[in-house]
């Protein structure tokens, strides 16, 4: 009998048989009693009807007793035992043994991780009770993460678990048996949280320049630090590259200011790398960073500066104009506009005229130029302002001190004051036939307008009439006599002198001189005859003329000769050559002997007069301040005769 029978479901029982006949047969019929079946007799025909459902699962066979009854007398009865065996029908569905199933399960969990195993019965039998389970309706989040076993009911990690995206999951789980019978429970996976998660730092806004004037607590960028794990695992604290100028403030949650703690100094730092720093609370912590760059933005807070505190720039004289002398330098630590420098000229005079005149400057290189030839013996130095300035605004700048020193060039050649370079004039001194070796006859007097080495005069005999009679000394300039005037010796004595300097090269000027040896007037020869080299001058030639036109006029000098001898006590004059006064400061009318070997042993003044045009013209003694002047106490003249102008390079003069 199969357990879905119905209740009211009759089935036929084999009739007894009883070989008596009519009342003694068989009459009715009794069925034990029980609580599933009744007993139907209609006729010849047995039933038992099904009186309540059966249930397997309750009572799986029983067994009827079944008595049919004679209507004999006795009565007589005969009993059967009906074996009912009660088939198994799919009247169970699956039972779970939880109606909810909960389970925590770490973020990250390795694959195949069992969550939970969830277990039903089913209490029908064979395939009646063969359980199967699945998931019912589950999302494709839960698919992707979850896989369960059909047969034994586990739960396993298929997928990666992130606690930030989903913190639990709940999931219907069927149990069904094999015809088809099913029933659900619930399975509630909670996620918990792993500190799994680094803090993120986000730029809410920062500025990209900070001026370097910029006062402390200037804020320059916003910042948002978040932790998507939870609990202690999200607690994140900030913090700032301790050697930055910077500091984090916060604000709102999870928001902070960065701002400076410090005055900024383009020129010392002009950019910054700011490291931020978030760690969470988790165990282990985890940390990120995050760095920032920061530029410094100039202001023209530097004026140049120059190199040097001072500059000096030496040129030698007669440069050409436009010749560099030197240059300044000048840095200004700004950036761009605010650090390019420019030099310029600060208005002065030098001399009485612009220093523009004199020198100029490369406004962007620094380079000073010379404007025009500087002559060392009308300048020989001076100082020039040289300012450089920025572009900024405002402007700022500097000055530096530019000295400029000219050396000196051998460009002027040496210039001979005494005898005067004059060539239509002439001066003849009389040397006495007693004077010694080392007496002081005459002096050629020299100067050179340079300076230094260049302005250093040596005077050289280069040519005379008797080499070995005079010489001169060879920085004084003072002519000498070698050795004792003898009776032999030429009573005309001439002399060329050259006066040199000691530049490179060597500049020199020359002049004649005339010497006659002589201790009175009558004696002197005629001077037409004293010449030192025709060839080489243009002066024979003028003193020719000279004499004619003197004779002429012969009775007229007589006269002044005379006059000037009344005048001899007074001080030494100087004749006029052509009406015009010669000055008496290039005539020295007093010679010393200086060493004291010569015999001029005192001063010995004498007035010397003489035309200029004359070569016969008396002349007078004037005895010395000194009766012991000679040792012969014998007075003797000097006669000179100055020239009137210098003398051009390598000019010379007769005396």
């Not at 607590?217 to 202690?232: A, H, L, M, P």
């Not at 005459?442 to 260049?454: E, L, T």
């Not at 050259?498 to 500049?507: H, I």
């Not at 012969?632 to 005396?655: R, T, Y």
Request: negative net charge; proline residues 5%.
């Amino acid at each position: 009998m199969l357990i879905s029978a119905v209740r009211g479901a009759r089935f036929m029982i084999e009739e007894a048989h009883d070989a008596d006949v009519g009342e003694n047969s068989v009459q009715r019929y009794n069925l034990q009693k029980n609580d599933h079946f009744i007993l139907a007799a209609n006729g010849n025909n047995i039933e038992l009807v099904l009186d309540k459902e059966l249930d397997r699962e309750k009572q799986k066979e029983m067994d009827l007793l079944l008595t049919a009854v004679d209507g004999g007398s006795p009565q007589k009865s005969g009993t059967v035992v009906i074996h009912i065996t009660v088939l198994d029908a799919n009247d169970n569905a699956p039972v779970f043994s939880q109606a909810v199933y909960e389970a925590s399960l770490p973020e990250n969990s390795p694959l195949d991780t069992v969550v939970v195993t969830v277990s039903a019965t089913d209490a029908d039998e064979g395939v009646n009770g063969d359980v199967s389970y699945d998931f019912s309706h589950a999302t494709e989040e839960v698919k992707q993460i979850f896989n369960i076993n059909r047969k034994t009911g586990e739960i396993m990690v298929k997928g990666a678990i992130d606690y930030e995206s989903t913190t639990s999951f709940e999931i219907r789980v069927k149990a069904k048996d094999g015809l088809g019978l099913s029933s659900y429970t619930k399975v509630i996976i909670s996620i918990t949280d792993v500190n799994d998660n680094a803090p993120i730092i986000s730029l809410n806004s920062l500025s990209n320049y900070i001026p370097e004037n910029a006062p402390p607590g200037t804020e320059v960028g916003i910042i948002n630090v978040q932790d998507r794990d939870s609990d202690k695992n999200g607690q994140v604290r900030c913090s700032i590259q301790a050697n930055a100028p910077f500091k984090l403030v916060p604000s709102i949650k999870n928001y902070y200011s960065v701002v400076s703690t410090g005055q900024l100094d383009r020129e010392l730092v002009s950019d910054y790398n700011i490291t931020i720093s978030a760690t969470d609370e988790g165990s282990p912590p985890l940390s990120s960073s995050k760095t920032v760059h920061l530029s410094v933005a100039d202001i023209n807070d530097n004026p140049p500066v120059f190199e040097e505190q001072s500059y000096s720039a030496y040129v030698s004289e007669n440069n050409q104009a436009g010749s560099p002398l030197c240059y300044v330098s000048a840095r200004d630590p700004d950036w761009r506009q605010n650090g390019t420098v420019i030099y310029s000229l600060l208005a002065a005079e030098v001399n009485g005229a612009p220093v523009s005149s004199y020198v100029s400057v490369n406004g962007d290189t620094g380079l000073i130029h010379a404007v025009r030839s500087f002559d060392y013996e009308q300048l020989r130095s001076f100082q020039v302002q040289v300012m450089a300035r920025d572009n900024g605004s405002p402007p700022l700048s500097s000055n530096v001190s530019v000295s400029v020193f000219i050396s000196d060039v051998n460009d002027n050649c040496p210039q001979i004051l005494y005898p005067a370079p004059e060539g239509s004039s002439f001066m003849t001194e009389l040397v006495p036939k007693a004077a010694h070796g080392g007496s002081l006859v005459s002096k050629v007097i020299a100067v050179d307008a340079d300076s230094g080495q260049n302005a250093w005069l040596s005077y050289h005999i280069v040519k005379s009439t008797d080499p070995g009679l005079f010489t001169i000394g060879l920085h004084s300039g003072e002519i000498r006599t070698q050795r004792d005037i003898s009776q032999s010796d030429s009573m005309k004595q001439n002399l060329i002198v050259a006066v040199k300097d000691n530049g490179q090269p060597s500049l020199s000027a020359t002049c004649a001189m005339y010497l006659l040896i002589s201790d009175n007037l009558a004696e002197v020869p005629e001077l037409k005859d004293i010449s030192y080299d025709e060839k080489n001058s243009k002066l024979t030639s003028y003193l020719i003329i000279a004499l004619v036109c003197v004779s002429t006029f012969f009775l007229t000098f007589i006269i002044i000769i005379l006059g000037v001898r009344f005048c001899r006590r007074r001080k030494p004059r100087l004749l006029f050559d052509g009406a015009v006064a010669i000055p008496s400061g290039y005539l020295p009318p007093n010679y010393a002997d200086v060493d004291g070997t010569g015999t001029l042993r005192s001063a010995y003044n004498y007035d010397a007069y003489l035309t200029t045009g004359s070569r016969t013209s008396d002349f007078k003694f004037v005895s010395s301040y000194n009766d012991n002047t000679l040792p012969e106490n014998v007075s003797w003249p000097a006669l000179s005769v100055v020239l009137n102008s210098f003398p051009p390079c390598q000019g010379f003069a007769e005396v």
